[in-house]
Each structure stands twice: as structure tokens, then as C-alpha cells.
């Protein structure tokens, strides 16, 4: 397959913010995006949300699952436990990792629930956690990385990236790596180890510009949660490489949660928030429905093995053609690789 233009979009020099080639720029990321949510609207209309099926149980087995205070992360936590898993919900929110564990404890005092502070926006808070796990000296069965946010205004976290490349992808990408030897370790032929990364139909309308991962050029919200979401599905497929040439027991799918009732939509435009209200109640899926994609590829006994797919409503589907791009994947390895220090 031929590899996409690593070219940016807008051309240099950048017209003054009246320039047709600056408002394309902005206007086709949008388009592209709210054309994928149509279509993810028109399937959700007529198919019924994936319904799990039932689960073995996972005593004795650890999850890390980030994000996991609210939405679908804390479903997926709570379903994790309810299965008798070990679970660690990662989070920047102290306060609500701690209403977290309280509920999930209430529904059963046997279950095992606790909050460990990390903020993905930080690599030093990414680098210190993945530490204070690996001192405990607990396995690691599946890695959820579930956190993440949308449509955030241009903004660059502590360590100087565009703000939904470091919190959706890189800080994952450092953490999985951090924690990569003790999945392995913990995986076994015929009881894998396994890693979920949260992705989206959005990833469809995303492009990967490698001069340009911060978007400091034309920088467009929509543009940049597109890209994250494609370098989830990207990383997704080379790490799965890596891994099955190594021999290890260890398998790594990305998840599409499909359109969901959360507070990712909270940055939307006015007028956005108040057309897509009345839609989420008819339309959207539960953050419980939405969380059993990645509950299935956490635990589900027919994914033993599988790894390197793109599971949508409980089926493996075909991701964009880019994400195939076997050179690109490579390539933002290794960018990824530099800008975390690996």
C-alpha cells in the first residue's frame, strides 16, 4: 500500500487567518469527523448494541485500566472486578478515583478496586507510576487504555505537545512500553496477557503528520483527536508485530466504542452541544454498552491469542487504509520512541 503525503495539509507559508488555504484547514478536519459521527449514527439506528457474552472468571488476574473514574472507563473497571480481577483505575482526579472504588466495593465487599494517581498529560507522572507498579511486584494482565479527551481547545501539556496527542496517545504509548516487560512476564500460552486501546471511528478521518504531530501548523481540534485516534490504531498494529515475532504471550487489539453518552462531548460548539442532546437520547449507546468492547477484548474467551484487530460492536472490521501503512507504523514508532526518551 502506498504511503500517505507526510506533507501538511495547509502548504507553508500559512495564509493569514482569512486565507482560503487556513479556513479549508479547519473546515475539512470538521467535515471529515462529523461525517464519520453520521454514519456511526446511521449503523447505531439500525443495529442493536453489542451484547456480551458470558465471561470466564479472572481471579487472581491484575488490570490497570486508565480513565477509569467515569464514562466507559469506570464501567470497564467495574465489569473487570465484578469478574474478580484485581483493578487499578489510573486517573488525575483523586477525588472521583475515590468515589470510584466505593462504588465498585459496594456492589460486592469480595471485589477489588483501587485509584493510583497518574496524569497521561505528564511523562514524569506516567514514568512515576508505571515505577510505583513495577515496586509492588504484582503481575500485569491487561492494560485498558481507555483515558481520553476531544475537541479540547489548541492548548500543549507540561512537556510541550498539542494536548490531545500526549493524553490519547503518547502518554499511552510511554506507559504501555514502561509496563510491556511485566505483561509479558505475566502472559502464558493459552492465558495471554492483554493490552486494549481505546480508539474510534474518528480515526477514519484522521492523517498522521510526522513533521507536525503538535499541529502547530493550521491546528484544527477535530484534526487533532483524528490523528490521536489514528495513532492508537497504528501503534495498535506494530506493537502486535513486535510481539508476535518475539514470541510473546502477549496480544494487543484496538477497540471502537462507537458513539456513546459521555462527557468526551462536553467541548463540542454551542450549537453542537445542543443539537446533539436530544440525538444522544435516541441514538447514542450507554457508557455501559459503549465499555463492553473493551470488556470483551479484556476478557472474553474468544479473543484468546487474537490480537492486532479493530473490534467494533463485536466484530473485527477493517480499519482505514492508512492504518495499514506498515512503513507509517514503523515510522511513528520510532518519533514516539524519541519524543518519550525510550
Same mark, same amino acid.
Given at each position: 500500500?502506498?504511503?500517505?503525503?507526510?506533507?501538511?495539509?495547509?502548504?507553508?507559508?500559512?495564509?493569514?487567518?482569512?486565507?482560503?488555504?487556513?479556513?479549508?484547514?479547519?473546515?475539512?478536519?470538521?467535515?471529515?469527523?462529523?461525517?464519520?459521527?453520521?454514519?456511526?449514527?446511521?449503523?447505531?439506528?439500525?443495529?442493536?448494541?453489542?451484547?456480551?457474552?458470558?465471561?470466564?472468571?479472572?481471579?487472581?488476574?491484575?488490570?490497570? =485500566?486508565?480513565?477509569?473514574?467515569?464514562?466507559? !472507563? %469506570? &464501567?470497564?473497571?467495574?465489569? @473487570?472486578?465484578? *469478574? #474478580?480481577?484485581?483493578?487499578?483505575?489510573?486517573?488525575?482526579?483523586?477525588?472521583?478515583?475515590?468515589?470510584?472504588?466505593?462504588?465498585?466495593?459496594?456492589?460486592?465487599?469480595?471485589?477489588?478496586?483501587?485509584?493510583?494517581?497518574?496524569?497521561?498529560?505528564?511523562?514524569?507522572?506516567?514514568?512515576?507510576?508505571?515505577?510505583?507498579?513495577?515496586?509492588?511486584?504484582?503481575?500485569?494482565?491487561?492494560?485498558?487504555?481507555?483515558?481520553?479527551?476531544?475537541? =479540547?481547545?489548541?492548548?500543549?501539556?507540561?512537556? !510541550? %505537545? &498539542?494536548?490531545?496527542?500526549? @493524553?490519547?496517545? *503518547? #502518554?499511552?504509548?510511554?506507559?504501555?512500553?514502561?509496563?510491556?516487560?511485566?505483561?509479558?512476564?505475566?502472559?502464558?500460552?493459552?492465558?495471554?496477557?492483554?493490552?486494549?486501546?481505546?480508539?474510534?471511528?474518528?480515526?477514519?478521518?484522521?492523517?498522521?503528520?510526522?513533521?507536525?504531530?503538535?499541529?502547530?501548523?493550521?491546528?484544527?481540534?477535530?484534526?487533532?483527536?483524528?490523528?490521536?485516534?489514528?495513532?492508537?490504531?497504528?501503534?495498535?498494529?506494530?506493537?502486535?508485530?513486535?510481539?508476535?515475532?518475539? !514470541? %510473546?504471550?502477549?496480544?494487543?487489539?484496538?477497540?471502537?466504542? #462507537?458513539?456513546?453518552?459521555?462527557?468526551?462531548?462536553?467541548?463540542?460548539?454551542?450549537?453542537?452541544?445542543?443539537?446533539?442532546?436530544?440525538?444522544?437520547?435516541?441514538?447514542?449507546?450507554?457508557?455501559?454498552?459503549?465499555?463492553?468492547?473493551?470488556?470483551?477484548?479484556?476478557?472474553?474467551?474468544?479473543?484468546?491469542?487474537?490480537?492486532?484487530?479493530?473490534?467494533?460492536?463485536?466484530?473485527?472490521?477493517?480499519?482505514?487504509?492508512?492504518?495499514?501503512?506498515?512503513?507509517?507504523?514503523?515510522?511513528?514508532?520510532?518519533?514516539?520512541?524519541?519524543?518519550?526518551?525510550?
Amino acid at each position: 500500500m502506498q504511503a500517505p503525503s507526510r506533507t501538511h495539509f495547509c502548504g507553508a507559508p500559512l495564509p493569514g487567518p482569512g486565507g482560503g488555504m487556513w479556513l479549508l484547514s479547519v473546515l475539512v478536519p470538521l467535515l471529515r469527523l462529523y461525517l464519520c459521527g453520521i454514519k456511526v449514527l446511521i449503523y447505531q439506528m439500525f443495529n442493536k448494541s453489542f451484547k456480551l457474552p458470558v465471561l470466564p472468571r479472572q481471579d487472581g488476574r491484575v488490570a490497570i =485500566v486508565t480513565g477509569g473514574t467515569r464514562g466507559m !472507563g %469506570f &464501567e470497564t473497571a467495574r465489569h @473487570l472486578a465484578s *469478574l #474478580g480481577m484485581h483493578v487499578i483505575i489510573a486517573g488525575n482526579e483523586k477525588e472521583e478515583g475515590a468515589a470510584a472504588v466505593r462504588r465498585i466495593q459496594e456492589e460486592g465487599s469480595e471485589r477489588k478496586a483501587e485509584f493510583v494517581f497518574m496524569d497521561l498529560t505528564s511523562l514524569k507522572s506516567v514514568r512515576n507510576f508505571a515505577q510505583a507498579f513495577k515496586q509492588r511486584r504484582l503481575p500485569l494482565h491487561v492494560l485498558v487504555n481507555n483515558a481520553g479527551t476531544m475537541m =479540547v481547545p489548541e492548548r500543549k501539556t507540561e512537556d !510541550g %505537545f &498539542e494536548f490531545h496527542f500526549e @493524553l490519547n496517545y *503518547l #502518554g499511552h504509548f510511554l506507559l504501555t512500553n514502561l509496563l510491556l516487560d511485566a505483561l509479558k512476564r505475566s502472559g502464558r500460552g493459552g492465558r495471554c496477557s492483554r493490552i486494549v486501546n481505546m480508539s474510534s471511528a474518528t480515526h477514519f478521518a484522521g492523517a498522521i503528520h510526522l513533521d507536525d504531530l503538535n499541529r502547530s501548523i493550521c491546528y484544527s481540534s477535530h484534526g487533532a483527536y483524528s490523528q490521536s485516534k489514528l495513532a492508537l490504531v497504528l501503534f495498535t498494529y506494530y506493537l502486535q508485530e513486535q510481539l508476535t515475532a518475539g !514470541g %510473546f504471550p502477549v496480544i494487543t487489539n484496538a477497540v471502537d466504542p #462507537g458513539m456513546v453518552d459521555t462527557a468526551l462531548y462536553n467541548n463540542l460548539w454551542s450549537l453542537a452541544q445542543a443539537m446533539k442532546k436530544p440525538v444522544a437520547k435516541i441514538l447514542f449507546r450507554t457508557p455501559a454498552e459503549g465499555a463492553s468492547i473493551s470488556v470483551y477484548a479484556a476478557a472474553a474467551s474468544e479473543m484468546e491469542g487474537v490480537g492486532g484487530c479493530y473490534l467494533y460492536n463485536g466484530q473485527k472490521m477493517q480499519s482505514s487504509p492508512p492504518s495499514y501503512d506498515s512503513e507509517l507504523q514503523a515510522e511513528l514508532w520510532k518519533k514516539s520512541c524519541q519524543l518519550v526518551g525510550l
